[in-house]
């Protein structure tokens, strides 16, 4: 009888810690699970979650981003990405409306982390279009100006300069293929191979936080951040335009480092754009790109300039190609060609070696797989957000036939229209490139959700080389090749950017219905807003293209001039970065970003090179708040001083000219100036 008490007291003593354990786990359960927070909020249906207020909101957001984007473009090519800004921003601008609203007792619709993702996926599509479009890369590329910098003989086949017609034609016909392309993969990709896509999770996250009640108070705080840094970054552009009355004249040509310095591009230009940028960049780009700058301008530009009359003739032109410029350009495009080519077959060798084990994983388990984190507390929590998640992702289905439909019907009207716009390039280029597109867009969208790297860039430049090389350059090869990378490049990069979106979609509830109207209306946006950008800008600067311009759009010349040159150095360091592994690989600048300043100058690097080190020492001292208001500091100095761009050029086009000229001369030069007008 003693032993079988004892053992009843041990039973319930067993069946109390499961209990506990139980209970713990379920409480450990609810903390993990982010759907349970939202559990007891209705998710709206996915017309909706398409409101008036969503679009005219991401209308507004979109000007500004294209204006910041297109400025980013023609100065230096380095485009951070906005997806936060753009979340934050949204969620600011809605959140401000609909809290007006209510206290006038006309809020009809609450704003929802749905609504938010619109507006997000919206702006994103929209101020994309200003990259993709190639409006500082391969569009500009075709213009005048930038032939007038090459040998090439000025034949009309040689160059197409901008118009607004023909560029919002172009982009309306090529832009939307991508959507199509890859939607009947939707599932596959973000349910069965549970594809990562760390920006779209990320977004999503950010998203969520924001509609709880804590993350609403930080998203205010993070609101009040941005807004302060972006009214000083814009009225510390407007204070600086006064100094800029005549050329070099001005804060940003102040010779930090001396004049020697400065004539070698080592200086720091006071541009709060690009210290953002460098608090939004990794610091390995940051110091990279000085790298760059240091080896270029430090020290090879100077050699090879001591070796006039020698390498070159003496009595060239500074910006000829059969010259110092000659280098500057190729060396550059050499590197960008071997770091893109690569990163093509390297990302291209994970894509087909992650194919396969997905493949292996789904035959193996036919179940929804889990992340990797494989305690058993997280399985459970990731099983009912898993269940939550894809019940309502797999709700709203878009139906295959409407997307080959859709896809053929636009392609076909793209393969009429193209070779009226560019009459070198033949409808029979145009079905070969829409005949491989969807299995490119397919790679590109799952590289991008393994590696979080878009290759768009590099399918276009292999577009340039097979096209231009099959068109032939007595036939316009050069437009046709540029034409080409355009189409292909517009198709690869908004089917990554979709998917992208999808998996934001995903963990926010937000229906695949609305993701891709929403996306359709930003890339309609798009294809009006960012050619009107880009025209005030060309209008406004008529020198821009020039490596003299306040915006040189250095990858238009690059883009121009790619041809098949020697890229051994560049594909070599990426080489070495991969057998180093990522820890010592840190210690190893990257190819792309070295190649930038090559054309340019460090002067950019080093406002970059100030950001990063800002954020740095930030970090050390309080981590938590610099990880919290880092990006929203950091985004306020960009867009203050991108959207005072708009002002700047309506006032360049009105001919008004700043009232003043700082200019900064050596003594001599001073004493000189001086003595004549003493005279």
């Given at each position: ?205 950010l998203i969520n936080s924001f509609h709880t009640p804590e993350g609403a108070k930080l998203a205010k705080k993070q609101v009040r951040q941005l807004g302060k840094f972006f009214s000083f970054s814009f009225l510390w552009g407007f204070f600086q335009w006064f ?228 068109a032939g350059s007595s036939n316009g090869g050069i437009l046709a090749g540029l034409a080409a990378c355009g189409v292909m490049m517009n198709i690869v990069s908004t089917a990554s950017d979709l998917m992208q979106d999808f998996k934001t979609g995903y963990l ?102 100030v950001g990063s080190l800002i954020l740095y020492i930030w970090q050390k001292i309080n981590k938590a708040k610099a990880d919290a208001f880092g990006p929203a500091v950091a985004s306020g100095l960009i867009c203050g001083d991108g959207i005072w761009t708009l ?33």
């Amino acid at each position: 009888m003693e032993s079988r008490s004892q053992k009843m007291v041990e039973d319930e003593k067993e069946e109390r810690k499961e209990k506990v354990k139980k209970e713990e786990e379920e409480e450990e359960e609810e903390e993990l699970s982010v759907e349970r927070i939202f559990e007891n909020k209705e998710v709206p249906s996915w017309r909706k979650q398409l409101t008036l207020r969503a679009f005219t909101v991401s209308f507004v957001l979109s000007v500004m981003f294209c204006f910041i984007v297109m400025k980013l473009n023609l100065t230096t090519g380095i485009i951070p990405s906005l997806n936060v800004s753009a979340g934050l921003l949204g969620f600011f601008f809605v959140k401000t409306w609909t809290k007006v609203i209510a206290n006038s007792g006309l809020l009809r619709h609450p704003f929802t982390r749905q609504e938010n993702t619109v507006i997000q996926t919206c702006v994103v599509a929209s101020s994309g279009i200003a990259f993709s479009g190639g409006f500082g890369s391969y569009l500009f590329g075709m213009s005048e100006r930038v032939a007038q910098q090459s040998e090439h003989s000025k034949d009309v086949l040689d160059y197409k300069n901008p118009t607004l017609g023909w560029m919002i034609g172009f982009l309306f016909v090529v832009s939307f293929l991508g959507l199509f392309s890859v939607v009947p993969l939707r599932k596959i990709m973000i349910i069965d191979f549970k594809l990562t896509y760390p920006s779209g999770t990320a977004t999503a996250h950010l998203i969520n936080s924001f509609h709880t009640p804590e993350g609403a108070k930080l998203a205010k705080k993070q609101v009040r951040q941005l807004g302060k840094f972006f009214s000083f970054s814009f009225l510390w552009g407007f204070f600086q335009w006064f100094f800029t009355a005549g050329e070099d004249c001005g804060f940003s040509n102040f010779p930090t480092f001396g004049l020697k310095a400065y004539e070698y591009k080592f200086f720091f230009d006071f541009s709060a754009t690009y210290v953002g940028v460098g608090m939004i960049c990794p610091h390995i780009i940051n110091v990279s790109v000085l790298v760059g700058g240091i080896i270029s301008w430090g020290i090879m530009w100077p050699l090879i300039e001591n070796r006039k009359g020698n390498w070159y003739p003496a009595d060239i032109s500074p910006n000829s190609l059969q010259g110092l410029q000659g280098y500057k350009v190729f060396i550059g495009i050499a590197m960008i060609l071997g770091d893109g080519l690569y990163n093509f077959f390297k990302v291209l060798s994970r894509t087909v070696a992650g194919l396969f084990v997905k493949f292996h994983e789904r035959n193996a388990n036919m179940q929804i797989p889990v992340t990797e984190q494989n305690s058993s507390s997280s399985n459970k929590s990731q099983n009912y957000d898993d269940q939550r998640r894809t019940q309502l992702f797999l709700k709203d289905q878009i139906p295959t036939w409407f997307a080959i439909g859709g896809y053929v019907a636009i392609a076909a009207i793209s393969t009429a229209t193209l070779p009226h716009i560019f009459h070198q390039l033949k409808w029979y280029h145009i079905i070969v490139i829409y005949v491989f597109a969807p299995a490119l867009a397919f790679c590109n969208a799952f590289g991008c959700g393994l590696t979080d790297w878009s290759l768009a860039s590099t399918y276009g430049k292999l577009a340039i080389f097979t096209i231009g090389a099959w068109a032939g350059s007595s036939n316009g090869g050069i437009l046709a090749g540029l034409a080409a990378c355009g189409v292909m490049m517009n198709i690869v990069s908004t089917a990554s950017d979709l998917m992208q979106d999808f998996k934001t979609g995903y963990l926010t509830l937000a229906s695949p219905r609305s993701m891709f109207v929403s996306q359709v209306m930003g890339t309609a946006m798009g294809c009006v807003i960012s050619p009107c950008v880009f025209w005030i800008f060309y209008k406004a600067f008529p020198d821009l293209g020039f490596p003299t311009s306040e915006y040189p759009a250095p990858f238009a010349t690059v883009y121009y001039n790619m041809a098949k040159l020697g890229v051994e150095a560049a594909i070599l360091i990426n080489l070495i970065r991969d057998c180093l592994g990522k820890k010592r690989s840190w210690f190893i600048p990257l190819p792309m970003a070295m190649a930038i300043p090559f054309y340019l100058g460090s002067y950019f690097a080093i406002d970059m090179c100030v950001g990063s080190l800002i954020l740095y020492i930030w970090q050390k001292i309080n981590k938590a708040k610099a990880d919290a208001f880092g990006p929203a500091v950091a985004s306020g100095l960009i867009c203050g001083d991108g959207i005072w761009t708009l002002p700047s050029s309506v006032l360049a086009l009105a001919g008004v000219k700043p009232p003043i000229c700082m200019k900064f001369v050596s003594r001599a030069t001073n004493s000189r100036v001086d003595k004549f007008l003493g005279s």
